[in-house]
């Protein structure tokens, strides 16, 4: 190959190496991480990426210049030299993305094994999927519930999940990963955020008609913001004014309007109204709250649809079922009078 045809050869590769390396440094693809396991994917994925950025501008390269350079001449109509293969470029090219899979592979493995060890001192959050939300719970904090994942700065938080009735996916892209929760078997997740803030929890699996909605945030707070949080909200659910607390960690004001607890909310049944529609369904006052906290669909009240409210709340620890059952009822005997 003479000079000057080698120098065309690798201006072409460079234009196209160049123009692709754009495409995938330039556009922001995701988010950009808020975990150290992302952080991790990411080096995968850019070293995966930049091997085949390379192979992909040398095969390029190669196929534009012989398309410019050996093309048939329109008054050419003599059959080109015989020619009988390349031992030496046939090692190369065999040997050559052997030796690349090779180190994807080695550089996964060592990525894999990483993100999934925990550490002694992780903490614990089980996470209830169901049709259409998430609900989360600190079994090492007085099994503390909430509706958003709250989660301390640089601490590895393993996630065992769980799901009601269909499966669901979780997945925060600025942490990088998704696990799906399966009815039947828990499944597990490691998480160490590396930014406080705010990052959408996102289901990605197609679980029914609230699939898009069914969503919620994570957020990261200063480790000792969390202890703080934790700490008021194992006294909201343990001591006096437990009801209310239980009432405001799992977003039944999102749904429903019920004056004690200040909430407006009129997805679902108006909550003051409780002792009348348990009048109307012909049942007591307190099991028929119990009821239609733990099993929703066993009485519909009349005007509604059926499948709305969620049925995690089955899942709630008896001491706070019990609290948020009395404050419902017991709120509702003094506005009834
Ligand atoms: Cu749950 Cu999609």
């Not at 080096?43 to 196929?63: D, K, L, R, S």
């Not at 799901?163 to 990088?176: A, K, M, N, R, T």
């Not at 209310?244 to 679902?268: E, I, M, Q, R, W």
């Not at 239609?292 to 089955?314: L, R």
Request: charged share 15%; proline share 8%; hydrophobic share 40%.
């Amino acid at each position: 190959m003479r000079r000057g045809s080698l120098l065309q050869l690798v201006a072409i590769g460079i234009l196209i190496g160049g123009a692709v390396s754009a495409v995938a440094l330039l556009i922001p693809w995701l988010p950009p991480s808020a975990g150290k396991e992302r952080d991790r994917i990411d080096f995968v994925f850019w070293f995966t990426t930049g091997i085949c950025i390379a192979i992909f501008a040398v095969v390029a390269a190669v196929t534009v210049y012989s398309v410019l350079k050996f093309r048939a001449r329109p008054d050419d109509d003599s059959d080109g030299p015989p020619i009988h293969g390349h031992t030496g470029l046939e090692v190369v090219w065999t040997a050559v993305p052997a030796v690349l899979v090779t180190a994807i592979a080695i550089v996964s493995a060592v990525v894999l094994s990483r993100n999934d060890s925990f550490p002694k001192d992780h903490l614990t959050v089980d996470v209830t999927a169901q049709q259409f939300t998430w609900s989360f719970k600190y079994p090492g904090q007085g099994n503390v519930t909430s509706t958003l994942l709250r989660l301390p700065l640089h601490k590895s938080v393993k996630l065992n999940l769980h799901s009601l009735d269909v499966i669901h996916s979780f997945y925060v892209p600025e942490f990088g990963q998704k696990q799906d929760a399966v009815p039947g078997i828990t499944t597990h997740l490691k998480i160490t955020p590396t930014k406080l803030g705010s990052f959408p929890v996102i289901c990605t699996e197609l679980c029914g008609l609230g699939h898009a909605l069914m969503r919620s945030q994570a957020i990261v707070m200063q480790p000792a913001a969390f202890e703080q949080w934790a700490k008021e909200s194992k006294k909201g659910i343990s001591g006096p004014g437990a009801g209310k607390a239980v009432f405001d960690n799992n977003g039944c004001g999102g749904c429903h309007l019920f004056t004690p607890a200040g909430s407006k909310g009129t997805v679902g049944p108006d909550l003051d109204k409780l002792p009348a529609d348990a009048k109307q369904a012909g049942k007591p006052l307190e099991a028929f709250t119990r009821e239609s906290i733990v099993k929703p669909e066993a009485y519909i009240q009349p005007g509604y649809p059926p499948n709305v409210m969620p049925k995690t709340f089955g899942t709630l620890p008896k001491s706070q079922l019990d609290a948020l059952v009395q404050f419902l009822i017991q709120s509702g005997k003094k506005g009834a009078k």
